[in-house]
């Protein structure tokens, strides 16, 4: 079958653990206010069949062989039987599938992409369902049983989450983040707190849409700071 692909990278070093090359998948359930890429939103972009586009990651197999592909989006589980190809043919070359989600949706292919990926990218976008239903027009409570999944198929989980100023800022917010997770905390091997930056501009300039978040300030080290260090400390 054939996926729809937004764009796609062959070297990257921020989307899972070494170099990796990222597929960026079309389509995507949430509106997030503070989306970096909103070219992903609506499912339009390249077709591929899954033997062609994993020809093409193998060019970069030198480079990769250490890291792996990480599926992205929008939301790579939108095209789930699609995927779940294209991870079982790299995994004939030994490459490391990461998954990079929100676990805002569920179809019968949820479960084999998750079973076929060694590692979920789990994006906890708010820890409260007012501000995630407000702030990305999706549910909580959609998202809240990926971590559960995660854990009971022993799977690596990086956990993640983009910090707004005066949105999910400040060490409240990090407390609930760490309560919300605590069940979860033998099968997470990294909590990762991202700052909100504002270099998508030009993508919604271009595409002639406003940027909910424009007006907000970029996210501070102090933030961050004060957020990890709730995270970090033992209870």
């Keep these: 079958m054939k996926g729809v692909i937004s764009s796609f990278q062959s070297l990257g070093t921020v989307d899972g653990p070494g170099v990796r090359s990222v597929v960026f998948a079309a389509g995507c ?15 339009k972009g390249e077709e ?88 990305t027009r999706g549910s909580m409570k959609k998202a809240l049983p990926f971590p559960a999944l995660s854990a009971a198929k022993k799977k690596r989980v990086w956990i993640r989450q983009v910090v707004l100023e005066i949105v999910n800022d400040g060490e409240e917010n990090a407390e609930k983040l760490k309560r919300l997770l605590a069940p979860f905390s033998g099968a997470i091997e990294k909590l990762e707190l991202l700052p909100f930056r504002k270099i998508c501009q030009s993508k919604y300039d271009r595409m002639n849409i406003v940027f909910p978040c424009k007006d907000l300030a970029e996210t501070s080290q102090i933030t961050l700071d004060r957020m990890n260090a709730v995270l970090q400390a033992k209870d």
Excluded at 29 to 43: D, F, M, Q, S, V
Excluded at 63 to 73: E, H, P, R
């Design 29 to 43: 359930p949430l509106r997030c206010a503070y989306c970096h890429n909103p070219e992903t939103w609506e499912k």
């Design 48 to 135: 591929w069949e899954a033997a062609a586009l994993a020809e093409k990651i193998f060019r970069f197999y030198p480079y990769i062989k250490n890291g792996g592909v990480t599926f992205s989006g929008g939301e790579p589980l939108m095209q789930g039987e699609f995927f779940c190809e294209l991870a079982g043919i790299l995994k004939e070359k030994n490459l490391s599938v990461a998954l990079d989600t929100s676990g805002n949706w569920r179809d019968d292919f949820t479960l084999p992409l998750l079973d076929a990926s060694d590692i979920i990218l789990l994006d906890i976008k708010f820890t409260s369902e007012e501000y995630y239903a407000r702030t």
